[in-house]
Every structure is written in C-alpha cells, then in structure tokens.
C-alpha cells in the first residue's frame, strides 16, 4: 500500500492534518484583505515589513517557548532573558569586544540560564512556572542592579547594529534570521531523532522513558534552547539601537513570555504537551502581531493592546482546553 | 426471594465492541456474605464498578431493596447505603483520621467545626469495631491495613449496608488479615451485606454464604458455598478446554540465551529467582498479582536499580539499570498497561512504531528519511493487520487490540534478541488476540526469545514452552508444558 | 526530624531576628517592629487568600493586578465614601476571582494559565483607564485614615492580624477548610466523599480576589493616591510567603500559621534590608532566591515522604 497521493490531495490532506495552522492562515489572509478598510497605510511595502520586523521578535522567542511547551513545560523567564542578554551585549560591546565574540558570549548567556532553569525542574521536582517565575524576578533584578534602573547606550559598531538593524535587499535581517529560524527549527521538530523524542516526552514521559529516551536530557536541552532562543530574540532587540532600556514596572509591558505563549496557543499547542508546531506558533504570532498593528492604525490607546493580548491568551487556552475536554 | 437487599437484572456492559458484563443475574441477601470469583477479565471489577456507581450499566437494572436505581456516581451509590472498598484506598493522605472519616459530614455547631465531637465520635466508632487507631493520627502515617481499617469504619459510619470489598486482603501480612477478618465479622453481626471479591479461595470458603462465579463477562452460577468445593470452583471458573486459537509452535528452542542467577531485591520482594532462556523459547510468568513476576522483567528492562543477583545476557554479563542500556544489549518491552507505560496516545501510528529505531533505521544525512519511516510502518501495519490501515492515524483512536499491535510493530524494527511482553492479550478481543499469537511464534522464527507474564492463565498454557510460578516474591515452581495445568499453577501461586 | 521539619519557618523567623537584632541596633525597637508589621500587611493579607488557593493544589497569579485596580478604582470613587469605595473594591475583586474559578472549574484551564491571563487582562485594564498615571483625584482624609493609627498601633498592623484570624477561623473551625484540604490532598476523593470540589474551587479564587482588592484598597490609603503600578509582583511575594510558611505547592499540606509565618520571615528580611541600605532592586533578587530554595526544600522534604508511605 503505497501511498500516491496527486497534488490535490497533498493539499487535502495538510489541510486536515494541520486544522489550526489551515484556519489561522485563512484568517490572516482575510485579516490583510479587509485591512484597507481601515487604513490605507497599512499595505505598503514599508508597513509589512514593519510588520514582520515587529513579530520576529516574538516568533523567534515562540520557537523556545513551543519546545518547552511541547515537553509539557513552561518558561516564563524568557522576556527577562532577553532584557538580560539586550543588557550584557551593550556592555560587552562598550568594553570594545568584538561583535562576534559578543554574539557568541550572549547566546552562551540565554543558555546557561535556560540550564538553570532545567535543571531546577529537573533534579529539583519543581513545577515548571513556579522555578522560572522564581528566575524571572531573579534575572529581572540582577539586570536592574547592573544597570542600575537606567537606559545604557554607547558607541556600538556599526557591525553589531547592523545585526539589529540592517537590511537585505529590503528585508531586514531580524526577518531574515526569523525564517532561517524557523526554518532550522522545523526541520529538527520534524526530521530529527531529538524532535520526535520532544514530542515523545511531550506526549507521554513514561512511555518515553520505557522506548530508551533519556528523558531529563531532553528536558534540560529545552529549556537550555528556549533560553537560547530567547537570548537570540534580545540580541536583536538591542542592536537594533545599539543601547538597552530597562522596561519599568509595569509600565505596560505585557512581557515577551505572555506574547509567546499567545503565539504558541493560539498557533494549535496544547499546554498538555506533545502537540504543537513551529508553523503554528509563527501564524500564531503573525495573528497577534497583525492585531497590534491595526489597533495602532484606528489610533487607540496602546493598553489596549494589552488588553487584547490577554484575551488572546484567554481565549486560546480555553479553546485548546476544551478541545482536550472532548476527546 | 423477600430479602434481597439488591438485585441485578439482565445487567450488561459494554466497551467497545466487547462486552465486560452480559446479562448479568444475581440477587444479594440481606445480610449475607456473598464472594465473587472469576479469572482475571472475567468481569469482576466491570460488576462491581456497577454497584459502586462508577459505571452505569449499558442494559438492565439495578434494584436496591425492591426499586430501580440508577448509580450515576460513586457518591450517589454511598448516599443510598452502598459503599466500595476499592483496591486503592480512598483517602485525604494529609488529614487526620477522623477527618477523613466525617469528610463531608463534619460534626458542627451553627456552622462551627466540633473538632472534640469530631475525634469523639471517631473514637467511639473505632471502638466499636474493635480497631485501635488514634482518631488524630494522619492517615499517610498508618499502614496499609489501619488505612483499609479507617475505610471500613467510614463505610460503617455512614450507615452502609452494602459494603463492596475489592480484593480486601491484597497486600496484607498474617496480622493485618486477622484484623480485617475480625472487623468483617463484627459487620456481620450488625446484619451489613458484604459482596468480596478475592482470588483466595481459602478466605470465600471461610467466610462465605454464597458465591458467585463469571466467567468471560458472563454469569455462571450462585451457589451455596456448602454446596461446592475448591477445586469444583475452580473448574467452573475456568471452564473451558484450551482454546484452539493458539498457534502450534513449529520450532525448536536453541541454546541458552539468557541466564539469571539468584536475582533478588533487597527490600524482599523478590528473593532468589534463577531461571534460563533459550533462544526461540517462550518462558511464562504467573503468579497473582505483585507476587514477583513483573518485578523480573522490569530488572531485565532496566527500569529497577538496586538488585542483586547476576545475569549473563547471549554470553555477556548483563546488569542493566535503564532502559537504553538493556535495549542495546537486545531486549525489549511491551508493558502493562500500555495507554500510561507505552504508547504516545496523541501521536501517530507511524510515529508510535518509529520512536525506538529513528537512529539505526530511518537517517539519511542524519536527517529521518520519512519516505522510509513510511514504508517500514506500511509494512508493520500490513504484517500486524493493525486496524484501520492508515499510519497517520493517532493511536489512541484505535481499539485496544490495534494499540497493542502498534506497540509490538515497535519492536521489530530494529533487531533484539528478547522481547518482553506483560499482559500482551489485556483488554484485547478475540480476533485480535488470535493475530497477536500468530505474530509471537512467528517471531521466534527470527531467533528471538519471548517472555511472557500473564494473568490469564489459558493463554500461558497455550503459548509457553515453559511457565514459571512466582508467590511472595519467589519462584515456587517451573513447569513443563506438558505438565502446567491451571490448577497446577493456582496451587503454586497461592501462599502457603 | 519531622518535627523539626515542622518547626522549620519558625525556627527561621527567630535566627533572622537574632542576626537582625546584631546587624542593626534600631531593629528590635518598638517602633522599627510596628513599621515591620505595617509593612507586612498589604502582601501578608494576600498571602491569605493565596495560602487557600494553594491548599487547594491550585496557584493565583492575578492578585497584584488585581491589587493595582482596586487601588485606581477606590482613589477615583472617593464620592462613594469611604464605606462604599471600600465594598466596590472588595466586591470587584470578588468577581475578577470568581472569574478566574469559572475558567479553571468550568473550561478546566490550568489555574497558572488562567490567573496569568487574568493578571494581563486586569493589568492592561487599570493602565488604560488611568492612562498608565496614577488618579491624582484627591483622596479623602477619612480615607486616608484607614491607614492610620490607633493608639499608636497602625491600623494595617490590625487589619493583617483580623484576617489572618478570619483565615485560621475559614481552615479550623469551618467544615469549609476541611473540604479546601480535601480538594488539595485527594480532588477525586473528595468529590467520592460528597465534597463540591467545584464550589470549594470558585471560592477560594473569589476569597483571593476579594483579598487583593482588600489590600489595593488599603495602598492608596498610604500612599493617598491611585497608583496603577501598585502590587508589581505582588503575587510573587505572597506565593514566597505562602511557600516559606511550609505550605506545600501541589496542595493538601500546610497552615494559616505558618503563612503568618512566612509572612514575618518576608517583612524582617525585606526590613533588614532597609535598614541596611540594600538597593531596592536587589529586593526581588533575594525573594526570587526564596522562591526556589524554599520550594526546593519543601517539595524535597514531601517527596521523600511520599516515596517512603509508597515502599510500606
């Protein structure tokens, strides 16, 4: 029984094994058509890009934030990683490092946290948000002491805000190394003994463990690639200007974290674990992201916005948990 | 019959396609002492997750003293006056005794908790029942036998006359089974209707009145326990000449494969166990339930540290203490329960098969080549007559005997030379069962060497070169297969 | 061992008093103690309700949003007076946890995904309609006086003790806190036993909602405005205190009296900081620490319990 499958059917049949990832494109293309309506503004060359630019960030930190939801986890810390990283790059940089080997120093930043992280839930038996809300006010606050509450800039290189800022052809880089992302992502989800063991421990951890995985490694490497991600995301953040600026107290800021999980639930995952894809969380974030937009072409007040966030959040859980009901 | 305090009738249920119960028929005296044997899938625990509430029956009815009752929940069924000692113990681990038996019905005062009325009226109910527990001490801090106490006592104190035991004397040592027989009697005397169900028949002839025998989901007779006799009773559990669905096995087993010496556990729950293996030989487990059996292939599996004893694996020693190292030196698993201990329910079939041989069978550039990954669970699929032919299918939408089909697929992908099967046959119906006999002597075509712990005692018989017999955590007996019968078994399972 | 297991918060509280009372010679003064109970107050009635929530296995993560908008709401209802604003506040936090409890109980949302939800929602809400600045609309000096003294005993010293009475009352003397250990220690024994583990639920996130909004009604009575950016964090404060007083995160174990507890360990460690001049950001870095090594400890400690009763 080989399958042999027409082009017709292909589509068929990715329409029927990915449902969230059909509907959420379905509703983003109705999205940017509809949009003229209320600006004209809104489909330029420079707004999309805008637009794209806007949600990398988010998207590149969904990637982390999937695989440790896939695991049936969490990490709430990886906004505070970003600020983390977005800081020690600035400094590192003032101090006339060179940019590569900032680069190299920050990304090993976001994972050594991401392995505190997964080691506390690991070997300490500790519930997934509770050790990194614990590490997120940790991280929040030793970035607060290094910088002392304030706004850090200086003369960065123009090689390093190249990284945050520059472009290719049109596309700016942040775009650019978001498909790349997603792209290397999606391959190993799907292609490479690691992923199909994520999805195993995900899926069932016992089960897992009795088909030879190692389990606690798998876990650890998660959460160190969610830190990773994350530090990637605030890598560009920061060379985007070249200077860091410390997010004030709930001066608005709905948190990168919040933001990621909205892509992620939204996009299909189960906060269960072992469902989910990196396509979703990418239309999950493209959704939100489109969202945001809008709201700042009707000239809202910008609250709203995460007001809106939250009710995305919201209603996303409760969807996907009523879908967990049923079956 | 005027004092029936409940009555089943014509009840029936199904999972599935299969039916657990079927037109099931039995009246309950007031007052009496009413056992109910069978086999392991006889339906036992289906009739009495009936009577508790947690199942509403498919067909027929319930009558608690002479009216139709429908036991939507296990509440439900207390607030009548039936009352379920399951094998795991209900209890608040964290609370105290007395809390846990006035849960729900606290003694209060305009609103108030009476913490003294509280521990005074749990006081004097334990005394009642002769047990002596301190009514302040937390549940999680007495034994197994105190806790299944304080259940009894509960059950009492809300006034049930019905009380359902499940295998009450599970677990229990000497000591704490003279307790429970104790309280049984005192309950007896205050005319409270007791359904037991246990495989000891020694206790059923102790103290039953009546006993009732199912069999296959279905009810074979009511009897006076005056009118029968042990081995009477087994007969008539068992019932049936062994099926014609197993497979004659056409080869011969080869030399020694696997040789465990002296394994043992050092709490004692397992002590002294040696046997062999020989290649394309399938070797038997049985024994009652946590009697030692699934203790020994979780040591071979890697999943119990701490053993001692040693084991030399095709020539090697072999002292596993995870599961990828017995996978590499060649043995492989199919648990128990296979929905918590072995499938991905929310993944595909394709992907359930594939998860232990991604590295040695499907990488191309180190990548999974998933047009091979494909066609190997095509070709599983097609050999397994797993159950609808589609592998993207997730697993836990297939039927009982698909999923275990899938989860065998696993392990012949890559090559071992043990495969592990822990009740290979449980909630499977029969069509498919006769697929997964014929697919286990084809393996051993392969040179592969099968062990096998069942609790259903024809499919060992049928399926074994050689079955051997655990109690208490030794190993009482290794019967041919010319000589295993089930009675031969059942004698050397039971403690003595 | 397991007594002194027990014993653990209080024997931490009195070791921080002694180094306290060495570190700093203004510590044990009567005065530097009222203003260390004063200070407990806000984050300690909130711990309250959190302790309830988590004896029930579940977590709320939506207080010190909750916290910031009954602050705004009470300094921009002043003409209510004060009785009014102070029932409008307590009655919406009654209902943003009630909410909460219908998601977790009606839609079966893990309750740390509801109430994160809900601490976005009820955020974004208190900066958009104050426009993310406090409410300078005058607040009254009656209000004010809630704040106030009596007999030189501040009044949030009384309020923080009242409802840490009022909490101990709900879990020992109310059939209601067996039925809260219960749902936390067993849900489906619960349930078999007759307890309505779902009504249990909805009040324990409404007992938390109402109590935060409590404690945002009482900021903006110090503090004499409407302050959006009150109760940052403040969720994580009450769930270290709720942790530290040996209360067990996954529910069924633990004591208003070892919250109190918890509650004076926090106030004294975030005293001795002041007292010391330690840089306010440096503050949640050590309750942060706090978290995880109390968690670490707690969950070790019952762990090791749970595998023990299991091998018997």
């Given at each position: 029984?080989?399958?042999?499958?027409?082009?017709?059917?292909?589509?068929?049949?990715?329409?029927?094994?990915?449902?969230?990832?059909?509907?959420?494109?379905?509703?983003?293309?109705?999205?940017?058509?509809?949009?003229?309506?209320?600006?004209?503004?809104?489909?330029?060359?420079?707004?999309?890009?805008?637009?794209?630019?806007?949600?990398?960030?988010?998207?590149?930190?969904?990637?982390?934030?999937?695989?440790?939801?896939?695991?049936?986890?969490?990490?709430?810390?990886?906004?505070?990683?970003?600020?983390?990283?977005?800081?020690?790059?600035?400094?590192?940089?003032?101090?006339?490092?060179?940019?590569?080997?900032?680069?190299?120093?920050?990304?090993?930043?976001?994972?050594?946290?991401?392995?505190?992280?997964?080691?506390?839930?690991?070997?300490?038996?500790?519930?997934?948000?509770?050790?990194?809300?614990?590490?997120?006010?940790?991280?929040?606050?030793?970035?607060?002491?290094?910088?002392?509450?304030?706004?850090?800039?200086?003369?960065?290189?123009?090689?390093?805000?190249?990284?945050?800022?520059?472009?290719?052809?049109?596309?700016?880089?942040?775009?650019?190394?978001?498909?790349?992302?997603?792209?290397?992502?999606?391959?190993?989800?799907?292609?490479?003994?690691?992923?199909?063991?994520?999805?195993?421990?995900?899926?069932?951890?016992?089960?897992?463990?009795?088909?030879?995985?190692?389990?606690?490694?798998?876990?650890?490497?998660?959460?160190?690639?969610?830190?990773?991600?994350?530090?990637?995301?605030?890598?560009?953040?920061?060379?985007?200007?070249?200077?860091?600026?410390?997010?004030?107290?709930g001066?608005g800021?709905g948190?990168?974290?919040?933001?990621?999980?909205?892509?992620?639930?939204?996009?299909?995952?189960?906060?269960?674990?072992?469902?989910?894809?990196?396509?979703?969380?990418?239309?999950?974030?493209?959704?939100?992201?489109?969202?945001?937009?809008?709201?700042?072409?009707?000239?809202l007040n910008p609250y709203i916005q995460q007001f809106v966030l939250g009710a995305?959040?919201l209603?996303?859980?409760?969807?996907?948990?009523?879908?967990?009901?049923?079956? | 019959?005027?004092?029936?305090?409940?009555?089943?009738?014509?009840?029936?249920?199904?999972?599935?396609?299969?039916?657990?119960?079927?037109?099931?028929?039995?009246?309950?005296?007031?007052?009496?002492?009413?056992?109910?044997?069978?086999?392991?899938?006889?339906?036992?625990?289906?009739?009495?997750?009936?009577?508790?509430?947690?199942?509403?029956?498919?067909?027929?009815?319930?009558?608690?003293?002479?009216?139709?009752?429908?036991?939507?929940?296990?509440?439900?069924?207390?607030?009548?006056?039936?009352?379920?000692?399951?094998?795991?113990?209900?209890?608040?681990?964290?609370?105290?005794?007395?809390?846990?038996?006035?849960?729900?019905?606290?003694?209060?005062?305009?609103?108030?908790?009476?913490?003294?009325?509280?521990?005074?009226?749990?006081?004097?109910?334990?005394?009642?029942?002769?047990?002596?527990?301190?009514?302040?001490?937390?549940?999680?801090?007495?034994?197994?036998?105190?806790?299944?106490?304080?259940?009894?006592?509960?059950?009492?104190?809300?006034?049930?006359?019905?009380?359902?035991?499940?295998?009450?004397?599970?677990?229990?040592?000497?000591?704490?089974?003279?307790?429970?027989?104790?309280?049984?009697?005192?309950?007896?005397?205050?005319?409270?209707?007791?359904?037991?169900?246990?495989?000891?028949?020694?206790?059923?002839?102790?103290?039953?009145?009546?006993?009732?025998?199912?069999?296959?989901?279905?009810?074979?007779?009511?009897?006076?326990?005056?009118?029968?006799?042990?081995?009477?009773?087994?007969?008539?559990?068992?019932?049936?000449?062994?099926?014609?669905?197993?497979?004659?096995?056409?080869?011969?087993?080869?030399?020694?494969?696997?040789?465990?010496?002296?394994?043992?556990?050092?709490?004692?729950?397992?002590?002294?166990?040696?046997?062999?293996?020989?290649?394309?030989?399938?070797?038997?487990?049985?024994?009652?339930?946590?009697?030692?059996?699934?203790?020994?292939?979780?040591?071979?599996?890697?999943?119990?540290?701490?053993?001692?004893?040693?084991?030399?694996?095709?020539?090697?020693?072999?002292?596993?203490?995870?599961?990828?190292?017995?996978?590499?030196?060649?043995?492989?698993?199919?648990?128990?329960?296979?929905?918590?201990?072995?499938?991905?329910?929310?993944?595909?079939?394709?992907?359930?098969?594939?998860?232990?041989?991604?590295?040695?069978?499907?990488?191309?550039?180190?990548?999974?080549?998933?047009?091979?990954?494909?066609?190997?669970?095509?070709?599983?699929?097609?050999?397994?007559?797993?159950?609808?032919?589609?592998?993207?299918?997730?697993?836990?939408?297939?039927?009982?005997?698909?999923?275990?089909?899938?989860?065998?697929?696993?392990?012949?992908?890559?090559?071992?030379?043990?495969?592990?099967?822990?009740?290979?046959?449980?909630?499977?119906?029969?069509?498919?069962?006769?697929?997964?006999?014929?697919?286990?002597?084809?393996?051993?075509?392969?040179?592969?060497?099968?062990?096998?712990?069942?609790?259903?005692?024809?499919?060992?018989?049928?399926?074994?070169?050689?079955?051997?017999?655990?109690?208490?955590?030794?190993?009482?007996?290794?019967?041919?297969?010319?000589?295993?019968?089930?009675?031969?078994?059942?004698?050397?399972?039971?403690?003595? | 061992?397991?007594?002194?297991?027990?014993?653990?918060?209080?024997?931490?509280?009195?070791?921080?008093?002694?180094?306290?009372?060495?570190?700093?010679?203004?510590?044990?003064?009567?005065?530097?103690?009222?203003?260390?109970?004063?200070?407990?107050?806000?984050?300690?009635?909130?711990?309250?309700?959190?302790?309830?929530?988590?004896?029930?296995?579940?977590?709320?993560?939506s207080?010190g949003s909750t916290v910031a908008l009954a602050a705004v709401i009470?300094?921009s209802?002043?003409?209510?007076?004060?009785?009014?604003?102070?029932?409008?506040c307590?009655?919406l936090g009654?209902l943003i946890?009630?909410v909460?409890?219908?998601?977790?109980?009606?839609?079966?949302?893990?309750?740390?995904?509801?109430?994160?939800a809900m601490m976005a929602i009820v955020r974004a809400v208190t900066l958009w309609i104050t426009n993310g600045?406090?409410v300078?609309?005058?607040?009254?000096?009656?209000?004010?006086?809630?704040?106030?003294?009596?007999?030189?005993?501040?009044?949030?010293?009384?309020?923080?003790?009242?409802?840490?009475?009022?909490?101990?009352?709900?879990?020992?003397?109310?059939?209601?806190?067996?039925?809260?250990?219960?749902?936390?220690?067993?849900?489906?024994?619960?349930?078999?036993?007759?307890?309505?583990?779902?009504?249990?639920?909805?009040?324990?996130?409404?007992?938390?909602g109402?109590?935060?909004a409590?404690?945002g009604?009482?900021?903006?009575?110090?503090?004499?405005?409407g302050?959006p950016r009150?109760g940052?964090?403040?969720?994580?404060?009450?769930?270290?205190?709720?942790?530290?007083?040996?209360?067990?995160?996954?529910?069924?174990?633990?004591?208003?009296?070892?919250?109190?507890?918890?509650?004076?360990?926090?106030?004294?460690?975030?005293?001795?900081?002041?007292?010391?001049?330690?840089?306010?950001?440096?503050?949640?870095?050590?309750?942060?620490?706090?978290?995880?090594?109390?968690?670490?400890?707690?969950?070790?400690?019952?762990?090791?319990?749970?595998?023990?009763?299991?091998?018997?």
């Amino acid at each position: 029984m080989e399958l042999k499958l027409g082009w017709r059917n292909r589509l068929g049949f990715m329409i029927k094994s990915h449902q969230e990832e059909s509907l959420l494109t379905l509703l983003i293309v109705i999205i940017i058509a509809i949009s003229p309506i209320f600006s004209p503004d809104f489909f330029t060359e420079y707004n999309l890009y805008n637009l794209l630019r806007q949600i990398s960030y988010t998207a590149i930190v969904s990637i982390g934030m999937l695989l440790t939801i896939l695991i049936g986890g969490i990490d709430l810390s990886v906004g505070s990683i970003m600020q983390a990283v977005g800081l020690s790059s600035i400094l590192l940089i003032q101090n006339d490092m060179p940019v590569w080997l900032v680069v190299i120093v920050v990304l090993l930043i976001g994972m050594a946290l991401g392995l505190i992280n997964g080691s506390l839930i690991v070997y300490g038996l500790l519930q997934p948000f509770i050790v990194t809300l614990g590490t997120k006010i940790i991280i929040d606050g030793s970035t607060l002491v290094i910088s002392d509450g304030k706004g850090v800039s200086g003369n960065a290189p123009d090689s390093f805000l190249e990284i945050g800022a520059g472009h290719v052809g049109s596309v700016p880089i942040p775009v650019i190394i978001m498909f790349v992302l997603i792209f290397l992502g999606s391959v190993v989800l799907n292609r490479t003994v690691f992923g199909r063991q994520i999805y195993a421990v995900g899926s069932n951890q016992l089960a897992a463990h009795n088909s030879g995985i190692h389990v606690k490694k798998i876990q650890l490497l998660v959460y160190m690639l969610s830190g990773l991600f994350a530090a990637i995301a605030g890598l560009l953040v920061a060379a985007r200007t070249g200077a860091f600026q410390p997010i004030t107290v709930g001066g608005g800021a709905g948190g990168m974290e919040l933001n990621a999980i909205a892509a992620v639930v939204v996009g299909g995952a189960s906060l269960a674990g072992g469902k989910g894809t990196i396509g979703g969380a990418f239309l999950g974030a493209l959704l939100s992201g489109l969202l945001f937009n809008l709201l700042v072409f009707l000239d809202l007040n910008p609250y709203i916005q995460q007001f809106v966030l939250g009710a995305i959040v919201l209603a996303a859980v409760i969807f996907s948990a009523s879908k967990r009901r049923k079956r | 019959m005027k004092n029936a305090i409940l009555e089943l009738k014509g009840i029936s249920k199904k999972f599935g396609p299969a039916y657990a119960n079927q037109n099931i028929n039995v009246q309950l005296k007031q007052g009496e002492f009413h056992a109910i044997v069978g086999e392991n899938g006889a339906g036992k625990s289906t009739l009495i997750k009936m009577l508790s509430g947690v199942h509403l029956p498919d067909e027929g009815e319930i009558y608690w003293k002479g009216n139709a009752v429908k036991l939507a929940s296990p509440h439900a069924a207390q607030s009548q006056g039936i009352s379920t000692l399951f094998q795991e113990i209900q209890e608040i681990p964290a609370l105290s005794v007395a809390e846990n038996i006035f849960l729900g019905r606290e003694p209060k005062s305009m609103g108030f908790m009476k913490w003294s009325d509280l521990y005074k009226e749990a006081e004097d109910l334990l005394r009642s029942l002769n047990i002596k527990i301190d009514s302040q001490a937390k549940m999680e801090d007495l034994r197994i036998s105190e806790r299944k106490m304080v259940e009894i006592a509960r059950a009492v104190s809300i006034h049930a006359e019905l009380i359902i035991m499940d295998e009450p004397s599970a677990n229990l040592n000497e000591d704490e089974l003279k307790i429970l027989f104790d309280t049984i009697a005192l309950l007896r005397k205050q005319n409270v209707t007791i359904v037991y169900i246990s495989h000891r028949l020694r206790e059923i002839f102790a103290m039953a009145d009546r006993v009732t025998v199912l069999r296959d989901g279905k009810h074979i007779q009511t009897i006076d326990i005056a009118d029968t006799n042990e081995a009477a009773l087994v007969t008539s559990m068992i019932g049936r000449q062994l099926e014609e669905y197993y497979p004659a096995k056409t080869v011969e087993s080869g030399s020694v494969l696997l040789d465990v010496n002296n394994l043992g556990l050092s709490d004692g729950e397992l002590r002294n166990v040696s046997f062999q293996l020989r290649k394309r030989e399938i070797v038997g487990l049985a024994g009652l339930a946590g009697s030692g059996q699934e203790l020994v292939t979780k040591i071979l599996f890697g999943l119990i540290k701490g053993y001692t004893g040693n084991m030399v694996l095709d020539g090697r020693p072999f002292l596993p203490h995870s599961p990828r190292q017995s996978m590499n030196a060649g043995i492989s698993f199919v648990p128990e329960d296979r929905k918590t201990q072995g499938l991905f329910l929310n993944q595909s079939v394709k992907d359930n098969m594939s998860i232990t041989a991604l590295a040695k069978n499907f990488l191309s550039g180190g990548l999974i080549s998933k047009k091979k990954e494909l066609r190997k669970a095509q070709g599983l699929i097609t050999q397994l007559s797993v159950r609808p032919q589609d592998p993207y299918k997730h697993v836990g939408n297939l039927s009982g005997g698909n999923q275990q089909k899938a989860l065998i697929g696993r392990w012949l992908i890559d090559k071992y030379k043990i495969l592990i099967l822990e009740e290979p046959t449980r909630g499977v119906d029969v069509g498919a069962k006769m697929d997964i006999y014929q697919e286990i002597n084809k393996l051993l075509e392969q040179d592969l060497a099968i062990l096998m712990v069942s609790s259903e005692l024809p499919e060992l018989l049928g399926m074994c070169d050689r079955i051997l017999v655990f109690s208490e955590g030794k190993m009482t007996a290794e019967l041919s297969r010319d000589e295993a019968t089930e009675e031969k078994i059942m004698e050397y399972a039971f403690p003595r | 061992m397991k007594r002194l297991n027990n014993q653990l918060p209080l024997i931490t509280l009195i070791i921080l008093i002694i180094v306290g009372s060495f570190l700093s010679d203004s510590f044990l003064s009567v005065n530097n103690l009222i203003n260390l109970i004063q200070f407990a107050a806000e984050t300690g009635i909130i711990a309250v309700g959190m302790a309830f929530v988590i004896f029930t296995g579940g977590i709320d993560l939506s207080v010190g949003s909750t916290v910031a908008l009954a602050a705004v709401i009470a300094a921009s209802t002043q003409g209510l007076g004060v009785g009014g604003v102070l029932v409008l506040c307590v009655v919406l936090g009654a209902l943003i946890g009630f909410v909460n409890g219908l998601v977790i109980t009606k839609a079966r949302v893990e309750p740390f995904m509801a109430t994160l939800a809900m601490m976005a929602i009820v955020r974004a809400v208190t900066l958009w309609i104050t426009n993310g600045g406090p409410v300078l609309k005058p607040v009254s000096a009656s209000y004010q006086a809630l704040a106030g003294e009596v007999l030189g005993v501040p009044l949030p010293a009384i309020y923080l003790v009242a409802v840490f009475i009022l909490g101990f009352i709900l879990l020992r003397r109310l059939p209601f806190g067996r039925h809260v250990m219960a749902v936390g220690g067993g849900e489906e024994t619960a349930r078999l036993f007759g307890v309505k583990v779902e009504r249990v639920k909805l009040m324990v996130y409404t007992l938390s909602g109402m109590l935060a909004a409590l404690a945002g009604a009482l900021i903006t009575a110090r503090i004499g405005m409407g302050e959006p950016r009150s109760g940052f964090n403040f969720e994580l404060t009450a769930i270290a205190i709720v942790i530290v007083g040996g209360t067990y995160l996954l529910g069924g174990r633990g004591t208003i009296g070892g919250t109190f507890i918890g509650a004076m360990i926090f106030a004294v460690i975030l005293n001795l900081m002041n007292l010391m001049d330690v840089s306010a950001y440096v503050q949640p870095i050590v309750r942060g620490l706090i978290i995880i090594i109390a968690a670490l400890l707690i969950s070790r400690s019952f762990t090791k319990k749970k595998t023990a009763a299991e091998a018997a």
